[in-house]
């Protein structure tokens, strides 16, 4: 305690005093909280000045601390040595240390004073230079550059290492990219960038061309205070080399030293506290110290340097006219006052309270700075201390100083918070996205055309368009062309793969071939493929058809868009195809529909649909949508008898009446007269679930079966609906049971191929094939094969099976269609399928959807040259240069195509009614087995697609008036 000589410190509280209660008074309105404006107050250097020998005025100053310990208050209070060389240096460096501090709670941070760490940087380079008989500023550059760890000249910082390591990291990965012959593009962005950090790197190794730079930029708040503050500019010179050079120079002359570097060390140490209190930093740290920080020093004398600090920053607040946010709290003894008169005028007046004298500082502040005041010390405010016998009881403690609460949601704690929320979050959001979206870009932008859903057995399955390179698979492996899991052949050649690919390769190469029509920039159009391209857990066998027909609208893209190729058109418009999945049993048609139209919305190339195979509900609601839209919808094996009602819809196999009528045909020449007892056998039409949970009925069996009942006209017919493969064998034996007495002569099978082996099998264990018996059928049957082999179905002598097929191969391929029709030279050569392979044509799901994508491809084509869009003629409107959907739909009712895989697609003959126009591609086909399960397929009688006739078989006529049940339909030769 700083206690006059000979004096013992009375018992009791100071701040009890008058005095006391004053000065804590003052102390606590200084020390109030101003988040918002603290650099706009001035604080004083307040001297305790013992008026008579018995004032104890250091204890004034310890209990000051106290309170500020207690308050929670910043504040050092350095010890003050009397023995010290240069002791108010001493002081400054012992006050801009951070552990110096004491009550910085972690909460408001530990102060820094970057800037005196430069000026102590300065003196260590002077003392070297002294030793060593160098340029101190050649010293601290070499010592005290941006990087710290170097500590000689030309010696590299440890960082380099890690620029080293970046550079060998490139430089593989340059070398591993022509390696992989990555795109030239792509490695030249790449030497980009490592020429780029190779300069970066050789800058920083350079002092001469980093610092100047950086410190205009405001990198490195030390440097650009040295660099650009005004104390600085006084000395001139230009560049911060010359500065420190004249900096250092003033350091270390033979006049004036001391009191620069005394001046050049406070200016510094307010400086950084003006800083740690800056409001705008990145860190609000202004907002977080609302309290300016506080020193104490009891008993200075010149002696300790007190006087002398004091004294400079005074000086440094009067030059630069700034408000530092720091008070000084310290005390004079008697015997030592008069060391402060010459620099500070006492106060003599004794019945003036501390808070007027502190207004009246505050109040002259702007005048006392003025030199023509010779006002040696402006900023020191003296206040007598009057010797008073302190009381018993404490003084009310001072309030704790806290940081504003608000602040803390700018904070390292609130920021590990929102880190934490933001990873829970973005964990939490991404599992959302992934679990609703097939594909999320980054950071969260999710691929809205197409989604996840789960079907009726529980399965995920990605359904709507693949845009963007949306895959439909699961998993690594992908479903191939035969229902088996392979994996794809992303680099492959499929023209030499014999048909063994997977719907990944067809997707990767459909991706391809639309990247590259986007990159010739010329016209082109959308067509959308929509099929079955995902199942449930181990149902890949359904997904076999959907893959078949995306080959077929494949090889029509590459028809259309390749030129000079065997099968090749290169037609202007190019086509962009993109593969659509409804999901398993065509489950999500509905929302597939809605992103359909929301994509069309936004792509306006988009001419039209192929696909859409299976009838249900849910698929026709889904085309009744589309075709309202003004879509048109050129379906293939869909063989609804209501959909070729719609405007813009157009299919190319026959509906079911016509296989109906056909069938009742081959009934009247198998047995010769009126079939006596017929039994239809059909799928219930059960609800099944689809993505809305509405009920969708699956209309093919049920429409199928009303129409051969309509047309066989039986004596007696009993109609045996099943619900799953499960039930089927069940309810044919019970059939054939109750029929013992009145066999059946005739089948009608109206289901799936895939239960017509249970059928079969059931019709001898239930006894109707135990004399001869007749079973007709539709284009179903025509996926299943007759055999003995382990996938065929095994047909029992006794039944002769008629079907009627929408593309029999071998008429496909009589008369060398198969050498010069661009489907089967395109099949061959891109995809590698021989004309002979009769299981990879024998739905005729692939031809059929080459002639649909054809068919779209053609009529955008013919609105193209409508359009006269090749024609330079500037005359034509710039809205009219694109061949859209409307123009499309304008030219499908005139279109007739000669070229087409299953004959002729002739739209010509659409009126828009029931049944369709009955001249789609029929053939009736039948079946026996001899004696060893050899199956015979013979042709009886057909016509090609347009009702042209087919290679030596008798032409099909089929009734011109479909309603009309007393035309039959004939077969002439």
């Known amino acids: 305690m700083g206690t006059a000589p000979g004096i013992e410190p009375p018992e009791g509280y100071v701040l009890n005093t008058e005095e006391g209660r004053q000065l804590l008074a003052l102390f606590g309105s200084l020390m109030a909280v101003r988040s918002w404006r603290l650099s706009g107050q001035p604080f004083p250097v307040i001297v305790l000045d013992a008026t008579e020998p018995q004032a104890n005025v250091g204890a004034y100053v310890d209990a000051l601390e106290q309170a500020a310990v207690e308050a929670r208050i910043p504040h050092t209070s350095p010890i003050l040595d009397t023995d010290a060389e240069d002791a108010e240096l001493t002081l400054l460096d012992t006050m801009s240390e951070s552990s110096a501090w004491r009550s910085a709670r972690p909460e408001i941070g530990p102060l820094r004073f970057p800037r005196s760490n430069l000026v102590k940087s300065l003196e260590r380079a002077i003392e070297r230079a002294r030793e060593n008989n160098t340029s101190p500023a050649d010293e601290w550059s070499a010592a005290d550059a941006l990087s710290s760890s170097s500590r000689r000249p030309n010696k590299a910082p440890v960082w380099w290492s890690t620029i080293g390591v970046v550079a060998a990291a490139l430089l593989g990965g340059f070398a591993q990219g022509l390696a992989d012959k990555v795109t030239m593009a792509v490695l030249l962005v790449g030497a980009g960038v490592l020429v780029a950090l190779l300069l970066l790197a050789a800058g920083l190794l350079t002092r001469r061309l980093w610092l100047p730079v950086l410190t205009r930029l405001g990198f490195g708040t030390r440097y650009r205070w040295f660099a650009t503050s005004s104390f600085f500019s006084v000395l001139g010179g230009t560049g911060f080399e010359d500065r420190l050079k004249r900096v250092l120079g003033r350091m270390t002359a033979k006049r004036g030293a001391d009191q620069f570097r005394l001046q050049l060390k406070s200016f510094a140490f307010l400086e950084d506290l003006r800083a740690a209190h800056r409001r705008l930093s990145p860190n609000l740290r202004g907002f977080k110290r609302p309290v300016p920080p506080v020193v104490f020093l009891a008993g200075i004398t010149k002696e300790n340097g007190g006087i002398e600090l004091l004294s400079a920053m005074s000086d440094i607040r009067s030059r630069r006219s700034e408000l530092h946010p720091l008070l000084v709290i310290a005390s004079v003894d008697?015997?030592?006052?008069?060391?402060?008169?010459?620099?500070?005028?006492?106060?003599?007046?004794?019945?003036?309270?501390?808070?007027?004298?502190?207004?009246?500082?505050?109040?002259?502040?702007?005048?006392?700075?003025?030199?023509?005041?010779?006002?040696?010390?402006?900023?020191?405010?003296?206040?007598?201390?009057?010797?008073?016998?302190?009381?018993?009881?404490?003084?009310?403690?001072?309030?704790?100083?806290?940081?504003?609460?608000?602040?803390?949601?700018?904070?390292?704690?609130?920021?590990?918070?929102?880190?934490?929320?933001?990873?829970?979050?973005?964990?939490?959001?991404?599992?959302?996205?992934?679990?609703?979206?097939?594909?999320?870009?980054?950071?969260?932008?999710?691929?809205?055309?197409?989604?996840?859903?789960?079907?009726?057995?529980?399965?995920?399955?990605?359904?709507?368009?693949?845009?963007?390179?949306?895959?439909?698979?699961?998993?690594?492996?992908?479903?191939g062309i035969d229902g088996n899991r392979a994996r794809p052949h992303e680099t492959a050649d499929l023209a030499l793969s014999h048909g063994d690919f997977t719907l990944a390769d067809l997707q990767s190469r459909i991706e391809r071939e639309n990247k590259a029509i986007a990159g010739l920039r010329q016209p082109y159009v959308t067509v959308l493929y929509a099929g079955i391209l995902s199942a449930a857990e181990g149902h890949d066998g359904s997904v076999v058809s959907g893959i078949r027909s995306l080959a077929g609208a494949y090889l029509a893209q590459l028809g259309n868009n390749h030129t000079g190729g065997p099968g090749s058109a290169g037609n202007p418009p190019k086509i962009r195809l993109l593969p659509v999945n409804v999901g398993e049993n065509m489950y999500f048609s509905r929302e597939?529909?809605?992103?359909?139209?929301?994509?069309?919305?936004?792509?306006?190339?988009?001419?039209?649909?192929?696909?859409?195979?299976?009838?249900?509900?849910?698929?026709?609601?889904?085309?009744?949508?589309?075709?309202?839209?003004?879509?048109?919808?050129?379906?293939?094996?869909?063989?609804?008898?209501?959909?070729?009602?719609?405007?813009?819809?157009?299919?190319?196999?026959?509906?079911?009446?016509?296989?109906?009528?056909?069938?009742?045909?081959?009934?009247?020449?198998?047995?010769?007269?009126?079939?006596?007892?017929?039994?239809?056998?059909?799928?219930?039409?059960?609800?099944?679930?689809?993505?809305?949970?509405?009920?969708?009925?699956?209309?093919?069996?049920?429409?199928?079966?009303?129409?051969?009942?309509?047309?066989?006209?039986?004596?007696?017919?009993?109609?045996?609906?099943?619900?799953?493969?499960?039930?089927?064998?069940?309810?044919v034996r019970t059939a054939c049971t109750a029929a013992a007495d009145d066999p059946y002569d005739l089948i009608y099978f109206a289901g799936r191929a895939e239960d017509l082996y249970n059928v079969i099998n059931n019709l001898g264990g239930g006894g109707c094939a135990k004399r001869p018996l007749t079973l007709l059928g539709g284009d179903e049957i025509a996926r299943a094969h007759f055999g003995s082999g382990r996938q065929d179905v095994a047909l029992p002598p006794g039944i002769n099976v008629y079907f009627t097929s929408a593309t029999y191969p071998k008429n496909l391929t009589a008369h060398g269609r198969d050498r010069s029709n661009p489907f089967f030279t395109l099949a061959r050569n891109d995809l590698g399928i021989a004309s002979t392979d009769q299981t990879l044509l024998a739905d005729g799901q692939m031809a059929l959807t080459y002639d649909a994508t054809s068919v779209l491809a053609l009529a955008a084509q013919k609105a193209f040259t409508t359009l006269d869009l090749t024609s330079p003629d500037d005359s034509v409107s710039p809205g009219s240069r694109a061949v859209t959907s409307g123009g499309v739909l304008l030219e499908l009712p005139s279109l007739v195509w000669t070229g087409a895989a299953t004959g002729t697609v002739d739209f010509t003959k659409d009126a828009h009614d029931s049944y369709g126009p009955g001249n789609r591609g029929l053939t009736l086909v039948r079946v026996t087995v001899d004696g060893h399960g050899a199956a015979t397929y013979r042709p009886i009688c057909g016509q090609m697609n347009g009702g042209g006739k087919v290679a030596d078989l008798p032409l099909l006529h089929l009734p011109k008036n479909a309603s009309d049940r007393r035309e039959r339909p004939v077969c002439t030769g």
């Not at 018993?392 to 700018?410: D, E, I, M, Q």
């Not at 009920?695 to 039986?714: F, I, M, T, V």
Request: overall charge negative; some cysteine.
């Open 334 to 479: 008697h015997a030592n006052r008069h060391e402060l008169d010459e620099l500070a005028a006492p106060q003599h007046e004794t019945d003036v309270s501390i808070e007027d004298r502190y207004r009246d500082w505050e109040a002259s502040l702007g005048i006392a700075q003025a030199p023509s005041q010779q006002v040696p010390l402006p900023w020191v405010l003296r206040l007598p201390i009057p010797p008073r016998r302190p009381g018993r009881n404490p003084a009310n403690p001072l309030p704790v100083r806290r940081r504003p609460r608000w602040t803390w949601l700018w904070s390292r704690r609130s920021l590990v918070a929102a880190l934490l929320v933001t990873a829970v979050g973005m964990s939490y959001l991404h599992m959302r996205l992934t679990s609703e979206y097939c594909h999320v870009g980054f950071p969260f932008s999710p691929n809205t055309d197409s989604r996840l859903r789960t079907d009726a057995d529980g399965s995920r399955e990605c359904v709507g368009v693949a845009t963007d390179g949306v895959r439909f698979d699961r998993g690594t492996g992908s479903i």
């Open 592 to 731: 597939v529909a809605d992103q359909i139209l929301a994509l069309a919305r936004r792509d306006p190339t988009i001419v039209g649909v192929v696909g859409m195979e299976r009838n249900t509900d849910a698929s026709q609601d889904a085309i009744t949508r589309l075709n309202h839209a003004g879509l048109a919808v050129v379906d293939t094996v869909n063989s609804s008898d209501q959909l070729p009602m719609l405007s813009h819809y157009y299919g190319l196999a026959a509906t079911d009446h016509d296989e109906a009528v056909l069938a009742a045909y081959a009934a009247r020449e198998a047995l010769g007269r009126r079939a006596a007892h017929t039994m239809i056998v059909s799928h219930a039409p059960a609800p099944l679930k689809d993505d809305r949970s509405t009920p969708a009925k699956d209309n093919y069996s049920a429409e199928l079966a009303a129409d051969a009942q309509q047309q066989l006209g039986s004596d007696e017919t009993t109609a045996v609906r099943y619900n799953s493969a499960g039930d089927i064998g069940g309810r």
